[in-house]
């Protein structure tokens, strides 16, 4: 059972292992989800940075007149932001088109219809052209213009306005692509300082803007975002660094600019550590285009790079954040460029993951191998456990160093992998539990029963070798104590004797093979494995002592019971004994034959618990004094054995250490023929302190010289 559910927990932890690879949209959109709340949990902490929103609000559409404004308009709104002091100027706008309201088109088109002087050339129209005006207001200031991805095919080509090194195995490889992007009117290209994509995903196709690409690959040569070629102007650079893995082609680590080192994803994306959003980022566009010096728009404005937008809801550029709320998308780009300057980066790369697999490998094998010995219970303790320490390890990454660590992936897999063992166990473990309890009630406790299950094993019936532990008790002078009572009255008091002594051995987590008259025959070792099945029968012994003496006193015999118990250890043959009818669980061996023969020792040694020297070699932990050797009916040769007086906490005592030193020293006068009734005695009295059966087994040692020669 247990190398099965190990076996079952590995191939369950390899397939998921398996999913996980692959990846599939249930699992992204869990992880994205995750890492979402770890934003809200603690978002990025809003700081005084020089980055504003120049907002086409509502109220500017309302006071200025509905979108798209003329372009003698944007050209003032331009020379506004510079009179201002605006370090920057980025449009989130695109322009691809020549102005419709312009009146120099206005102009030639009434020309043409005969409706003004014919034949005006475009060099007399110029001086009423907004494009140009605008145009003339770009060149003037630090301008960022926009572009998008297009599907249009025909589209002319863009250059970016900076350059672009590449370090590594050609990593703009790995650049999202812009196979057409919408063109600037070549007026307004000429005249900017700069061209960015004003798209913040791929394709605009996310939901919940959580990564914007820093760069995107075009058939003309790289372009950069909206927001990153504002910040270049800002520094003064005129060159982006894309590096890359010296090995892996088109693979991004990261960008840099200037002082900044921008860490990246492969395809060269920036995740996004959200700030929310406040009304301070935001100047109306109105506000900047009102007449006269205002004092708080100027030092709103002065000194920072401006980018403009809109978040009327009517022109469609209304965005989510990883925090949930939605926010115009040219705020993203702004945020985009504080979180550059501020150095909060969120980094996620190939180690990350790596280590996420190898936690859920972690979490599931912990699982599997509590299981398989403990049980669900202690499976579900250790996984909790488990699962703690990796979300605890998840936020201590994600709030000390940025890192988003997916604790979503090791906590579901190991749950499903817990699912599928526990799932198991129900459906084939239990039903081999009923098998076995049906098969073992005739001969094993409840309690041994209850571990059998709890512990899984896959019991070996109709015969196995293996070494146990066989003790034998039994009632000393019986025969006149029975004299004594009426057959009920005897009956009642060996069932609440064998009753006591019978707890005594379960407790210890022994097997009681059968009562035979007024002997009990236990065994250890089987059908459980017990490493210590020695010494656990051994305390087995000194508790059926300590039962004896609550039962004698009592008062439920007429008077006093002795007990001799005698332990042997080695190899047998265990299973059921019987015909196939009827049958029992026993053991079977020459140990069982020498268990019976030290028990009827226990008499010529004068003492109640009397060992094997097999048993007591492994048991040397507790409290023994050598018996000798010993002649046993119907063994050939002498048998060494000792006595058990009590356990470790004894065997550790300055009086019992005292007692095995002149214990020894009388042996070895009694081995050499001396003369040793005075050790003896000093044996015997030191003997009595420590337990007073002792006394029994002193007087009757002076009679067995023999038994140490």
């Not at 970016?160 to 057409?180: R, Y």
């Not at 003790?471 to 008091?493: G, K, Q, W």
Request: with cysteine; charged share 20%.
């Amino acid at each position: 059972m247990r190398k099965t559910v190990i076996v079952l927990g590995c191939i369950l932890l390899g397939l998921l292992t398996l999913v996980r690879a692959q990846d599939p949209l249930p699992i992204q959109s869990v992880r994205e989800a995750y890492f979402d709340l770890l934003q809200r949990l603690q978002p990025r902490e809003a700081a005084d940075l020089p980055v504003r929103v120049v907002d086409i609000d509502e109220a500017s559409l309302r006071e200025l007149g509905q979108w798209p404004w003329p372009r003698d308009l944007l050209a003032q709104l331009v020379d506004r932001l510079h009179d201002y002091g605006a370090a920057v100027v980025a449009l989130d706008v695109l322009f691809p088109e020549p102005d419709r309201m312009s009146p120099a088109r206005l102009a030639a088109t009434l020309s043409a219809q005969g409706l003004l002087a014919p034949g005006l050339s475009p060099a007399d129209l110029a001086p009423i052209d907004s494009d140009r005006h605008f145009a003339e207001a770009i060149a003037r200031a630090p301008v960022v213009l926009g572009t998008s991805q297009s599907t249009d095919s025909a589209a002319p080509p863009i250059a970016g306005k900076a350059g672009v090194v590449e370090i590594g195995e050609s990593p703009a490889l790995g650049l999202p692509p812009i196979s057409h992007a919408v063109p600037i009117l070549p007026v307004l290209q000429e005249a900017a300082a700069g061209v960015g994509v004003v798209n913040i995903s791929p394709f605009d196709a996310a939901t919940v803007i959580r990564r914007i690409p820093l760069l995107w690959r075009t058939p003309e040569g790289v372009l950069p975002a909206l927001s990153i070629e504002a910040l270049r102007l800002a520094l003064g650079e005129t060159t982006y660094i894309v590096a890359g893995a010296p090995d892996l082609s088109g693979f991004v680590e990261q960008v840099r600019l200037g002082q900044f080192q921008i860490p990246t994803t492969p395809d060269g994306s920036l995740w996004l550590h959200y700030r929310h959003d406040t009304p301070d980022l935001y100047v109306p566009a109105h506000a900047v285009l009102a007449e006269g010096d205002n004092p708080d728009v100027r030092a709103r404005l002065e000194g920072q790079i401006v980018l403009i937008g809109t978040s009327a809801a009517g022109l469609l550029d209304i965005r989510t954040t990883s925090l949930g709320e939605n926010v115009p998308g040219v705020s993203i780009h702004a945020q985009m460029i504080e979180q550059i300057l501020t150095g909060g980066f969120l980094r996620r790369d190939g180690i990350v993951e790596a280590s996420e697999v190898i936690s859920f490998l972690a979490l599931g094998l912990i699982v599997t191998l509590v299981m398989s010995f403990a049980g669900p219970l202690a499976s579900i303790t250790a996984g909790f456990v488990s699962a703690l320490l990796v979300i605890g390890a998840s936020w201590i990454a994600f709030t000390r160093a940025g890192i988003l660590f997916d604790a979503t992936f090791p906590l579901i897999g190991g749950f499903l992998a817990f699912a599928g063992l526990t799932a198991y166990q129900f459906v084939i473990a239990d039903r081999d539990k009923r098998m076995i309890r049906r098969s073992f009630a005739h001969y094993v406790a409840p309690s041994v029963l209850s571990q059998i299950e709890r512990g899984g094993h896959r019991l070996e019936l109709g015969g196995v070798m293996k070494p146990v532990t066989v003790m034998f008790s039994d009632i000393r002078d019986f025969t006149p104590l029975s004299e004594t009572m009426t057959a009920h009255e005897l009956v009642e008091l060996l069932n609440r004797l064998f009753t006591e002594l019978g707890d005594e051995i379960l407790v210890e987590q022994g097997t009681i093979d059968k009562f035979i008259g007024d002997a009990i025959m236990a065994f250890w070792n089987a059908p459980l494995d017990l490493p210590d099945h020695e010494a656990r029968a051994s305390l087995a012994a000194l508790r059926m002592r300590q039962a004896l003496a609550r039962f004698n006193a009592s008062g439920a015999a007429p008077k006093p019971v002795r007990l001799a118990l005698g332990l042997a250890s080695g190899t047998v043959c265990v299973g059921n004994i019987g015909s196939r009818d009827r049958f029992n669980y026993t053991v079977v061996g020459e140990t069982v034959n020498l268990a019976a023969r030290i028990e009827s020792g226990c008499r010529r040694v004068g003492y109640d618990i009397l060992l094997a020297q097999a048993t007591a070699d492994a048991a040397a932990g507790l409290a023994l004094l050598p018996a000798g050797t010993l002649t046993l009916k119907g063994v050939s040769e002498r048998i060494p054995a000792s006595i058990l007086v009590g356990d470790m906490e004894l065997a550790a005592t300055d009086g019992f250490k005292d007692l095995v030193r002149l214990h020894a020293e009388m042996l070895a006068a009694l081995a050499r023929s001396d003369p040793a009734d005075a050790l003896l005695s000093r044996c015997r009295a030191a003997g009595i302190a420590i337990e007073p059966g002792l006394a029994g087994f002193y007087d009757a040692l002076a009679g067995r010289s023999d038994d140490f020669r």
